[in-house]
């Protein structure tokens, strides 16, 4: 069995963020989303990944290599532009052949991995296998009706959803997709939609096995949806490290990560968080679900429920900084200039609430 993660897409949702990062490299608990899909694959035995780029293609490859740390063969695949999920498979099929696949979407999280959802699928060998969850605002998604256990019908982003079982994005195929693919139109968005393609097979009378999961999954497309996988994953956490220097003077509480070459001074550190590598802490109180990454500081400051991106410095803002996502290289401070007034440099897309 072979896995195609999907890795192109301009994640307009996390702009600025995305402007200059891909947004399937943006850490969630200081690991990048897509090692995540890497990760998964690896626990489910699967060796041959195919990942599809676009705009972000040299990021990717920079970040994942040839996949050997996880014991993967891991294959680029281009996307001329992000013309839909169906469209991926569709240029995928030289590398694909006729496999079995499962295919991931590289932005999305399943904390408990798929290995029990690969043997089922090569256990039933139905034609498609999708997974499904209910979820609260079922029109951003691919939604699915079922009728006595049985996929009925999918509709891609439904203005009336007819049921709140959304598509989660991770999703299994044999061969027949391809003439699925290939027989679809685009839609209204001028994509392939994988909706479709999903339709046709069951129009077409092959077989797609509807799967319900119970555990955790997160669409990380949003803000929020950072915020609580990064809550989630921390709160995975089973034990305290600490590989960097800690002085007297500071206070670790709960489970807290403190990676190589990190320095905590004169603070205090309430877990779960993790402080990344060659980080330092100064005289600052670094709150629950807070992630720090690599060579960032933060000094007379205080930050919760977090995400901080890597040679950040964070400086004497006389508050409490929480629920933010903040990215690479940004320097949040205190002026004491006059007159007093907010001066700000921003990129297109960002957000700022002000107190």
Request: with cysteine; glycine share 10%.
């Amino acid at each position: 069995m072979k896995a195609l993660i999907l890795s192109g897409g301009k994640g307009t949702r996390l702009r600025p963020i995305t402007h200059t990062s891909a947004k399937q490299l943006v850490p969630i608990a200081n690991k990048p989303i897509l090692f995540y899909a890497l990760e998964a694959m690896a626990e489910a035995k699967i060796r041959e990944i195919g990942v599809v780029v676009g705009d972000t293609k040299r990021e990717i490859q920079e970040a994942v290599g040839d996949g050997a740390r996880w014991g993967l063969q891991v294959s680029y695949i281009e996307q001329e532009a992000p013309l839909g999920l169906a469209h991926a498979v569709k240029i995928s099929e030289p590398f694909l052949g006729n496999q079995p696949f499962v295919m991931y979407l590289g932005d999305n999280l399943v904390k408990d991995g798929i290995r029990s959802l690969v043997e089922e699928f090569m256990r039933l060998r139905p034609n498609s296998q999708i997974l499904l969850a209910s979820v609260r605002d079922p029109q951003r998604f691919g939604v699915a009706e079922l009728r006595e256990g049985r996929v009925v019908s999918l509709e891609e982003k439904p203005a009336h959803p007819k049921s709140d079982l959304a598509l989660v994005g991770v999703y299994m195929f044999d061969k027949t997709i391809f003439e699925a693919v290939n027989a679809i139109r685009p839609s209204e968005r001028g994509e392939l939609e994988i909706t479709d393609a999903i339709q046709y097979l069951i129009d077409k009378g092959y077989k797609v096995h509807p799967h319900i999961i119970s555990g955790w999954w997160k669409d990380t497309g949003k803000l929020e949806d950072m915020l609580e996988a990064n809550r989630i994953m921390l709160e995975a956490i089973t034990s305290s490290r600490v590989e960097g220097d800690v002085d007297e003077a500071s206070h670790l509480i709960g489970k807290v990560i403190v990676e190589q070459g990190a320095k905590i001074v004169a603070s205090t550190v309430r877990g779960p968080v993790i402080i990344g590598k060659c980080s330092r802490i100064i005289n600052s109180y670094i709150g629950p679900f807070t992630s720090i990454y690599h060579d960032t500081l933060v000094q007379n400051s205080e930050i919760e429920h977090s995400i901080i991106l890597e040679q950040c410095r964070i400086t004497d803002i006389g508050g409490r900084l929480e629920d933010s996502l903040i990215g690479k290289n940004v320097e949040v401070f205190r002026s004491d200039g006059k007159p007093k007034a907010y001066r700000l440099m921003l990129g297109d897309g960002s957000q700022v609430g002000l107190v």
